[in-house]
């Protein structure tokens, strides 16, 4: 990822820092008060703090009565945006009808959940999701010859706990158009092998994928656009520019923390020795670029950097190898000389 795209989508970050800076000397200023003696008594009155005035919404002379009655447009229908939201047993996931791919899928793996082998890959097969209207969705056609992979936003790996969870893994509402050799292949697969590493310390991880569409600095110009190509014939699937993945680790306990760590990845070849943490953002920025919000209720003295608990590095694996040890060993716990 450039330093000019990373400080797009850190530009959200920077300007919540500023202003709650701003608000909370603002706030300061307001709430101090100073007491002067009086000349005229010897008793002092307890200060008071001064209140905000309440403004007074202006009295209207009489009711409007509008001529116009745009919301009848409803007795025909809601127009949207509409985000099917499809539980699946493996995914939660809310999809984007414009660009026929997912807004975001979410997942929740646990050590116990991949001790599990009920599911087999070779017994799936890529298919279109009915719970989305045909016009809207995402069809096998549209990857034929496009040279793209059906990337999954949840891996298959992570839902073989059942044949159905496996199976739902499978379908397009659940993909996007991916790089394949680099990214969906490589790279892009370590990242999901590092999440399933995670369950050696977390008794509980939840994970937030999906695709963003970030724009460009155009070198003739100097102007920001956001371009992407789209797939399909007619064209119908937008292939998106980069992905995010967030991660939720709990510590199992009512209330407890909850580790966070925010990543997003260029749609295209990453060098396998790349260090992850060079594609570490805050969430605000993921949040931002995405116009979702992950973490609105999880309050700020429950929040933990999950790169300072654990190292937030890959194992670079043959496709081969990762099948075998879909696991594999624990990232290393920081301050910890006697973890594995």
């Keep these: ?20 800076a701003f608000f909370s000397h603002q706030q300061k200023k307001l709430t101090t008060t100073t ?12 200060p008071t703090t001064p209140q905000p005035p ?25 127009p949207g945006p509409v985000s099917d939201l499809h539980p699946t047993p493996s995914t ?23 001790l599990l082998h009920d ?14 209207p045909a016009k809207f969705r995402a069809k096998l056609s549209d990857y034929f010859r496009s040279g793209y992979d059906r990337g999954h936003q949840v891996p298959a790996a992570d839902a073989k706990w059942s044949q159905e969870a496996m199976d739902s893994t499978f379908l397009l509402s659940n993909m996007c158009p991916q790089v394949g050799d680099g990214f969906n292949r490589d790279y892009w697969a370590h990242l999901e092998d590092f999440c399933r590493r995670l369950t050696n310390h977390y008794p509980s991880v939840r994970i937030v994928t999906g695709p963003l569409y970030l724009p460009r600095r155009d070198a003739t110009d100097g102007k920001w656009r956001v371009t992407y190509e ?4 007619p064209p119908n699937v937008a292939v998106p520019t980069h992905f995010y993945k967030v991660i939720l680790a709990e510590d199992g306990k009512t209330g407890g923390d909850v580790s966070l760590a925010a990543f ?21 920025a993921v949040e931002r670029a995405s116009g979702l919000e992950i973490a609105s209720k999880l309050p700020l003295q429950r929040r933990k950097r999950l790169c300072t608990d654990v190292s937030c590095s890959l194992i670079v694996r043959e496709y081969a190898d990762r099948q075998k040890n879909l696991k594999g060993g624990a990232p290393v716990r920081i301050g910890r000389p006697d973890a594995n």
């Design 1 to 20: 990822m450039s330093k000019k795209t990373l400080a797009v989508i850190a530009a959200a970050f920077t300007g919540a820092a500023a202003s709650s």
């Design 35 to 46: 007491t002067t003696p009086s000349t005229e008594t010897t008793t002092l009155s307890a």
């Design 54 to 78: 309440v403004p007074i919404p202006p009295t209207p002379s009489k009711e409007l009565i509008a001529p116009v009655h745009p919301s009848g447009l409803f007795q025909y229908g809601f």
């Design 92 to 114: 939660t996931s809310a999809f984007d009808r414009r660009t026929r791919n997912p807004a975001w899928v979410a997942e929740h793996i646990t050590p116990a959940s991949l």
């Design 119 to 132: 599911g087999n890959r070779q017994h799936s097969s890529f298919a279109e999701d009915t719970a989305i």
């Design 230 to 233: 789209v797939i399909g014939n």
């Design 264 to 284: 997003v990845l260029p749609n295209a070849r990453i060098a396998n020795d790349k260090p992850l943490m060079d594609f570490e953002v805050p969430l605000e």
